[in-house]
């Protein structure tokens, strides 16, 4: 896998539990060399042990950033950038899922998504001197679908899908030489969907536990999916939603779940 890794110097968000240490540990195996963010410094700082342990300390660094801090998170990025000499796939990937704290949910899922991604598209965009690159956007089942439990993180998720389809199906997506991916996981075993209370969710007492249990994925089975999108030899507008009751992965285009306008704006840069 070493040699066929076309995207190498890795930023990725909320990077020290769950699916973005997942991430990251797939990306490190794989000689990718990782910068990652987040707020919880305590156990970022043990990830990052454990990670320099096993890949070297060369190969990966962490440095604590609130993606919600617009200069702080800018900061960071150019430090990353110094660091790995430039960056070709940004990760968004933190994220949080408290229905309560729904203006927090809001800038988190939401607008620390745009602004990292309006951040990576600067610093890649081959039209204006970049090396060009990849950006993966982690949404979510709940940006595909209407979950009575999530409105509010459902918004966001569907958001982040909207978002990124948008910028994957622009005219000038092949002047500025960056693909655009979004990953939809399913419910997966991380700390997010556990303790489901009415804080974190609506309707919390309809929820039945044993059926969420059936229907949730390990984080391996995303760790794969993830790989599986981040070596796609072409990975503009690719949707990977993970069912855990289903064997294979649904890999979707941006615009077949529906109709855009116009179709597909992406040819209208050819004319
Ligand atoms: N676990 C699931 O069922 C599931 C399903 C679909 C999508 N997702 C999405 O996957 C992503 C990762 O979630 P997870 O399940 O690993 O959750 P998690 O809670 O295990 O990990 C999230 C990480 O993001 C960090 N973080 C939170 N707010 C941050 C901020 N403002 N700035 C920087 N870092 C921040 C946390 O400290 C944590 O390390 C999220 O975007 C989530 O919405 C999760
Ligand atoms: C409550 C799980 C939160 C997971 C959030 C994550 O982003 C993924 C969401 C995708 C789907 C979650 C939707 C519903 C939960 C699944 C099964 C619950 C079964 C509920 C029941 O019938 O009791």
Redesign the pocket.
Known sequence: MATILKTKNVFL??????????FTDSLLAAAARVIF????RT??EATEKEFQDKYGKDNVKFIE????DGPKFEETFQTAISFLGHVDLMV??????VESKWE?MI???YK?VVRGTLMAVEHMRQDKGGKGGRIIN??????LKEMIFMPI?GG??HAVRCFTSCLATAPDVKAQGIEYGT???????????RNLDETKIRHSNLMQPERLKER??S?ERLQEAFMKLVLLEEMNKAILYVDSKEENFYEMKANNLGPTWPADSTDLSSQ
């Open positions: 968000t909320g990077g020290a539990c769950g699916l973005g240490k997942g963010t987040d707020v919880n156990a970022a950033c609130d993606v919600t968004n990937n933190a994220g949080m899922m927090r800038d988190v899922n620390g982690i949404s979510s089942e709940a940006g993180y966001t998720k990953l939809c996981p399913g419910p997966v075993d991380t700390d997010l969907i949730t994925s984080v």
